[in-house]
């Protein structure tokens, strides 16, 4: 199984961004996917997260600006980003956690640069 995270780049404050995550290989259902962040010299942070089901969270410090959704049969995990702030600024990684022939298992795939400058 791999996840593959797009969409990242340079933004100016105020902008917006649409980050999106594939995941491929033997998975038989997605049971939750989820987005992080890490910025240079902080904790990774959980941003958002989605179950199967439609059912979502967010970091406080995101909501109201970010929307996380999903699509199960396309194996994909969006974030629509707005009103993005030099705050924003961080490598976001998507991870999800699946049920495979092995078990259920949660992947991590390789982040995506967001830089909020002006």
């Known amino acids: 199984v791999q996840l593959q995270a797009f969409g990242g780049g340079l933004v100016q404050p105020g902008g917006s961004l649409r980050l999106s995550c594939a995941g491929s290989?033997?998975?038989?259902?997605?049971?939750?996917m989820e987005w992080y962040r890490q910025a240079p010299g902080k904790q990774r942070e959980l941003v958002a997260a989605?179950?199967?089901?439609?059912?979502?969270n967010y970091a406080d410090s995101v909501k109201g600006r970010f929307t996380i959704s999903g699509d199960n049969a396309k194996r994909t995990v969006y974030s629509q980003m707005n009103s993005l702030k030099p705050e924003d600024t961080a490598l976001y990684s998507c991870?999800?956690?699946?049920?495979?022939?092995?078990?259920?298992?949660?992947?991590w795939g390789k982040g995506t640069q967001v830089t909020v400058s002006s």
């Open positions: 991870t999800a956690d699946v049920n495979t022939i092995g078990g259920r298992r949660h992947f």
């Open positions: 290989g033997s998975i038989f259902s997605i049971n939750v």
């Open positions: 989605i179950t199967s089901g439609g059912s979502t």
